[in-house]
């Protein structure tokens, strides 16, 4: 006689890999973001913004390196091992999603402290520091769906 | 095969984010150059043949006006990488000469984005009145630090005005005025015409300098390649 958890499991797999691929195709968006900041910073000319006023105050701060190595660079890397491990939890690899969790948890943090930096100690914004934000934060909230929906590790 | 088409996936968008990589950083090393509209109508012929707005005359210019290369930039007072020019410039000056390289400079203030660099364009405008823009133009780029987060930056640059021994009561008067005003846009209009993206902009002989060889050697290195054609 079938389990209730085993008729159960294949739409559980379906779900877990719809919402890991949305998961992976949203860190490609702040992937590009990011590739595109990098190469603006390492060029090093004023970056024109169009929406918001700061772009040359943001990226030209002394936060937007670490260690002489470019912040967005490493939102870059971030972005890239997000959609690494979203695509192998999408395919069901086990232990991806807790990996994956704490990882874009961290990239949170370092959002939130991002934000702060740019209201309260350069008093600029710039719009494509806030379009990896929002990615980041969207990546966030549906890692964390994922988790609760489908417990998969 | 499903085991591998996640690494295939992931192999796939690696490639593809170092390759759009390559192509955006090729992208902004071929700086877009000053192109004249096409077009049949005879009126924008006579356009052609003559694309670039004069500017503001006369030019702020250091150096022989039969210098063998001519530096033209496009600042902006409160654009950092123009501040990082500023110095690169200078060094040029000195190891050229006037007899070799003429640095001329246009205003190409980047408004809304830099609040002050109006105010900065119309303070070296203002002391260029009673001749002394390039002491203006120095005080303004070496102390961009001091006053781009401030205010209120007209106190600042009348102070500059005052140190390098202006008539500070006109000097304010013509902060204001009509000719300072109009010159920042006839550069403005050059700049334009030019097709000027970002600051700074630097034209060396008319050919727009890629921002990477701004760099001092690179920079160097084109200037000496201009003068080796000229003994």
Known sequence: ?153 | MKRILPFVIIAFVLGAGLVTARYLQRASLETPKPSPVPSASPVATAKILNPADPGAEPAHALGDPKALVTLEEFGDFECPPCGALHPILKGIETEYGPTKVRIIFREFPLVPNHVHALAAARAAEAAGLQGRFWEMHDLIYEHQKDWHEAFDVRPIFEGYAKTIGLDVQQFARDNTSEMVERRIFLDGKRGHSLDVQGTPTVFLNGKEVPFESLAPEKLKALINSELAGHP
Not at chain 1, 41 to 51: A, D, E, N, Q
Not at chain 1, 138 to 152: D, E, F, M, N, S
Request: glycine share 8%.
């Open chain 1, 1 to 153: 006689m079938p389990t209730v958890n085993e008729t159960d499991r294949p739409s559980l797999a379906r779900r877990a890999a719809v919402l890991y691929g949305v998961t992976a195709f949203v860190s490609l968006i702040g992937l590009a973001d990011a590739i595109y900041l990098t190469v603006e910073h390492l060029s090093g000319r004023s970056v024109r913004c169009t929406i918001t006023s700061g772009c040359s105050e943001v990226l030209s701060s002394p936060y937007a390196t670490v260690r002489g190595f470019p912040l967005a660079g490493l939102g870059a890397v971030a972005y890239f091992v997000v959609f690494s491990l979203a695509t192998l939890a999408a395919f069901g690899y086990p232990f991806v999603g807790k990996l994956l969790t704490l990882i874009v948890a961290a990239m949170f943090l370092a959002t939130l402290w991002l934000l702060y930096l740019q209201a309260f100690v350069i008093h600029h914004f710039c719009q494509f520091c806030l379009l990896s934000a929002l990615v980041t934060t969207t990546l966030t909230a549906l890692v964390i769906y994922a988790q609760l929906k489908t417990g998969r590790g």
